[in-house]
């Protein structure tokens, strides 16, 4: 059982363990005093892990409830969002489509491509966002189960159903700081790629009644991203919850996190110098990152830490770069 189905018995919420939990937290030394970690990297079975397994847990029941056989969900080239999906899809008797947008190329999505092909998913590139969206109801149609369409995710899976992985995860982060593993942090940093993981610590911290803020680095331009649209899905996640049976009487409001786009780059893909540099601090700390989303993060990190008044905590949301045997 789950910390959400502990906050809500009896609620309708199918539910499959993909992880181990709780993920370990520990402070980064090098980093500055009151620096933190929690290493999302560590969740997963089989050596792929990451924030994506956490929404899948909730994704994959959802699809078979809707009688689905097949997800069709988007991203970039380089996506972990579409190999997390094909890998646990498939131990559970779903198959994955995937719609593609390029990005710029470096070794990295060479190797996530690679990983891709060997995947089992099916795969349809595009040069653009706008000639994905034109060929959706395409794919939609093209890959139906019968007369029953694909179940479509949005991308990085980032649904109300599986922002529901990250209500959890902040719950989860609750209990540590009750246990003493972690002081309560004045501020929690995530990515945001897709909105889902920082919409669902929203929302969770709030449940659980910790004070923390949320602090949301945008990686991502191929749409918007800000508090008003993170604050949309974690107030959908609300909605969902309640038609679901939860007794919850909670809003969000943009003004409850904090949100950048200072770190982005010229564009989603895109290599930064400061995310470099965070990329060599954090391997000084054992840690393995990767350029797109977590190198960004952990390079506000670096800046938040001086003007903080408490503790900060991370998110390493990256999982292990390789396919699982």
Not at 80 to 100: D, K, S
Not at 254 to 270: E, I, M
Request: proline content about 6%; glycine content about 12%; aromatic content about 6%.
């Amino acid at each position: 059982m789950t910390l959400l189905h502990e906050r809500f018995p009896g609620a309708d919420l199918p539910h499959v363990v993909l992880g181990g939990r709780p993920t370990p937290v520990r402070p980064l030394q090098s980093w500055g005093p009151g620096v933190w970690l929690k290493d999302e990297g560590e969740f997963g079975e089989g050596g792929w892990g990451g924030n994506k397994v956490r929404k899948l847990e909730w994704l994959l029941p959802e699809a078979h409830r809707r009688g689905s056989r097949t997800l069709l969900t988007v991203g970039g080239i380089g996506t972990h969002w579409g190999l997390a999906a094909a890998l646990y899809g498939a131990e559970h008797g779903i198959r994955t489509v995937l719609g593609l947008v390029e990005q710029p190329v470096d070794d990295h999505v060479t190797d996530q491509l690679r990983r891709l092909a060997a995947s089992g998913a099916v795969v349809h590139r595009y040069p653009s966002v706008r000639r994905l969206k034109l060929a959706a109801p395409g794919l939609m149609l093209r890959h139906r189960d019968g007369l029953r369409p694909p179940y479509y995710l949005p991308a990085g899976g980032s649904s109300p159903v599986g922002t529901l992985g990250y209500v959890d995860a902040a719950l989860e982060m609750a209990a540590q700081v009750r246990d003493g593993a972690v002081p309560e942090p004045a501020r929690v940093v995530t990515a945001v790629g897709s909105a889902g993981t920082a919409a669902g610590l929203v929302l969770g911290l709030r449940l659980a009644g910790l004070s923390s803020r949320v602090v949301g680095v945008v990686v991502n331009d191929a749409f918007r991203l800000d508090g008003v649209v993170i604050a949309r899905l974690a107030n959908r996640t609300v909605d969902l919850l309640r038609d679901r049976g939860a007794e919850i009487d909670v809003q969000i409001d943009a003004s409850d996190l904090d949100v950048t786009h200072d770190y982005l780059g010229p564009t989603y893909g895109a290599t930064t110098a400061e995310g470099e540099r965070a990329l060599e601090a954090a391997r000084a700390e054992g840690l393995e990152l990767e350029p797109v989303y977590t190198a960004k993060a952990f390079a506000a990190v670096r800046d938040l830490v001086p003007t903080s008044r408490g503790p900060v905590l991370v998110l390493n949301t990256h999982g292990p770069r390789r396919v699982r045997a």
